[in-house]
């Protein structure tokens, strides 16, 4: 064999290994995890209609649920199926699916990144924002960034639109799944309550 055909075949494997690392080093937990959610492929794709791809909402008024925490997310699903969250939508979509797959949409959302929604908060709206969640402590179980924890839902960079509302419907107790939320809004005018949404969704 020629030194040229040698060359040419060495070449040829070192390409082909080349691509081959290349292609698994690729891959992304979607695709490997992709038998896991097997069983909810239906259901994301319904869940996209509303929430976006991979929950990544773009519409203000669905929330975001890409990189929300796995365990609220997982018990807001059982109250909207034992109704003590009310949502005309959400209660019907829920109704009949089990435990397994609850917790399977809410281990996937909570897999995702977060997107940035890009909202900025006017500048009275960050002042008295600041100042209404100051005096309702509302760091002590949102933490410091409002990041959140495995029971307490990420408010940062939420969309305000659908923070106002949940927050609206907390005050006038038409949401009934949460009765510390429900006192303390109660004490919130809507301009605090407009001004907090912002002022989260901005950061």
């Known amino acids: 064999m020629s030194n040229y055909k040698i ?9 082909a290994a080349s691509i081959s690392v290349s292609a698994a080093g690729n891959k992304t937990p979607s695709t490997t995890n992709v038998s ?13 209609s509303c929430h976006g791809e ?8 669905f929330p975001i649920l890409a990189g929300q925490h796995f365990y609220y ?7 909207f199926k034992s109704g003590s969250r009310k949502n005309e939508v959400m209660g019907p979509l829920v109704a009949d699916l089990a435990k397994s797959q609850m917790k399977l949409l809410a281990k996937y959302f909570s897999e995702q990144k977060w997107p ?15 100042k209404a969640t100051g005096a309702g402590q509302c760091v002590q179980c949102h933490l410091g960034g409002y990041e ?12 305000p639109e659908y923070m106002y509302k949940t927050m609206s419907d907390f005050k006038h107790k038409l949401r ?17 309550i407009k001004a907090m949404s912002e002022y989260l969704g901005g950061m």
């Open 176 to 192: 009934l799944n949460s009765a510390a939320k429900s006192s303390l809004f109660v004490s919130y005018t809507d301009h605090d």
């Open 73 to 79: 997310l997982y018990v807001q699903l059982k109250d």
């Open 54 to 61: 991979k929950g990544a909402s773009t519409q203000p008024e």
């Open 36 to 48: 896991e959610y097997a069983p909810v492929t239906e259901l994301l794709e319904q869940c996209a």
């Open 148 to 159: 959140g924890n495995s029971r307490i839902p990420r408010l940062s960079g939420q969309h």
């Open 7 to 15: 060359w040419t075949l060495a070449a040829s494997l070192l390409l």
């Open 116 to 130: 940035a929604i890009g909202f900025r908060a006017s500048s009275e709206a960050e002042t008295v924002g600041e």
